[in-house]
């Protein structure tokens, strides 16, 4: 999600800077396609690779707490998905936490 306000800056930054007049038609393709877009973001949020790759920007800001709850989050939601991968990661965080 944290993507989708630069993607609705960037529509309303080229529509100003490219010099056209917004007709009605054009503010009407705009907004569809931002529902599309919001759309496309909402299905993606709930997916087990969201959640794996939120997990690891926590990470990457040394976040881990975070990163656990994700994991853990991600662990009990999708209890299948790559379960071994997962667990690891949780322990090893977990263990970081700690400290």
């Not at 990457?60 to 707490?65: S, W």
Request: hydrophobic letters at 40%; a negative charge; glycine letters at 4%.
């Amino acid at each position: 999600m944290k993507h989708f306000p630069k993607i609705i800056l960037l529509l309303v930054l080229i529509s100003c800077f490219s010099g056209c007049n917004l007709n009605s038609k054009e503010i009407i393709e705009l907004r569809n396609e931002i529902r599309y877009l919001e759309t496309e973001l909402s299905s993606v949020q709930g997916s087990p690779g969201y959640l794996f790759g939120e997990a690891f920007e926590h990470v990457d800001a040394e976040d881990y707490a975070e990163a656990v709850n994700l994991l853990n989050e991600l662990k009990i939601n999708f209890p299948e998905w790559n379960k071994k991968i997962v667990e690891e990661y949780i322990n090893n965080y977990s263990k970081l936490v700690k400290k």
